[in-house]
């Protein structure tokens, strides 16, 4: 079980129940991934024939549970526009904690939309629901602080994530660009070029006209519909005042700066190397009496350097 803490998801009242399109917008980007880079095969499959190859095994399913039934609608309608050749349709299914006791599924993501307010945090057997449901792994989407409260149902289980590192902070999901599907900027400031996997167009694969549903049966990772690697628990802010481009700029910089600070250590070791070797013979040897071998190939990684 781990919990990824949605930095700038933020509640939104609708009528009397509550969404938070930030939350939503990372789980549509968590399913995605899921079903490209997860081995998301079928807990029955792998009980039954435990040595098999995973080839023969069926697909597994994804479960995401919410409270409120508002954010249920959005996370439907975000849901809704995954491409069949993202993902196999049927896989995932939306619900309200209420409406999920009886089901169970692979991997289970419990969306906490409501990040002010006390919401179902000391309603124990709620959380008991949600957090049982999976066969898997719990995914739990939410904002960390709404975890901190004392004497509460929730707070033990955020102490008991805390203590194993299970905590991962994201940012940026408040926007996501339309053009090449990163979190952090819109499309009016985009400047990624996306090469779509079906047709070569400049558009996500997702927008594809031309894409072909992914109708596998039996479980195998769907290939990427586009060439934009997607890490969804990176960071996708840019900061105020900063455009992508001058990102991508100091991205370009740190790298540059990282492989200079290792040449200049290799250039350190190879010339304490030969620093060494040129000691009278004396002074080179060990206390064993033997002549140490100068670093070959620190030499000739200061030489193709």
């Known amino acids: 079980m781990i919990l990824v803490d949605v930095q700038e998801g933020a509640e939104q009242k609708v009528g009397y129940s509550y969404t938070d399109p930030g939350n939503a917008n990372f789980i549509l980007a968590l399913v995605s991934r899921l079903a490209a880079s997860t081995p998301l095969y079928s807990v029955q499959s792998f009980m039954e024939h435990p040595e098999a190859d995973t080839s023969t095994y069926v697909w ?6 919410t ?16 491409s069949s050749a993202e993902i196999p349709r049927g896989i995932v299914s939306v619900r309200t904690i209420d409406d999920s006791p009886s089901h169970q599924a692979e991997v289970v993501i419990c969306d906490l939309a409501r ?7 000391r309603d124990l ?26 004497n509460s149902a929730i707070s033990e289980l955020y102490d008991y994530l805390k203590s194993r590192d299970s905590i991962v902070k994201v940012s940026g999901w408040k926007v996501v660009c339309s053009h090449c599907l990163i979190p952090g900027h819109d499309q009016t ?50 900061e105020k005042g900063q455009t992508v481009k001058k990102v991508k700029h100091q991205r370009v910089q740190a790298k540059k700066e990282s492989a200079a600070n290792y040449h200049a250590k290799e250039a350190r070791k190879l010339t304490q190397s030969f620093y060494s070797y040129d000691k009278p013979a004396d002074a080179n040897k060990s206390q064993d009496g033997s002549i140490p071998q100068i670093p070959l190939a ?7 350097k």
């Open 298 to 304: 620190s030499i000739c990684l200061g030489v193709m």
């Open 125 to 150: 057997k709620r959380l008991a629901v949600m957090t049982t449901r999976a066969q898997g792994m719990t995914i739990l989407v939410g904002q960390e602080a709404m975890f901190a409260v004392k």
């Open 67 to 82: 409270r409120y039934k508002q954010q249920k609608l959005l996370l439907e309608e975000k849901l809704s526009k995954l």
């Open 115 to 121: 990040s002010n307010g006390p919401g179902f945090r």
């Open 60 to 65: 597994g399913k994804i479960l995401v549970i």
């Open 189 to 238: 400031t985009c400047q990624n070029k996306v090469v779509c996997s079906f047709c070569q167009g400049d558009h996500a694969g997702r927008h594809c006209m031309e894409a072909q549903p992914f109708n596998q049966a039996t479980f195998a990772n769907v290939p990427e519909v586009d060439d934009i690697f997607r890490p969804i628990f990176s960071s996708g802010k840019v």
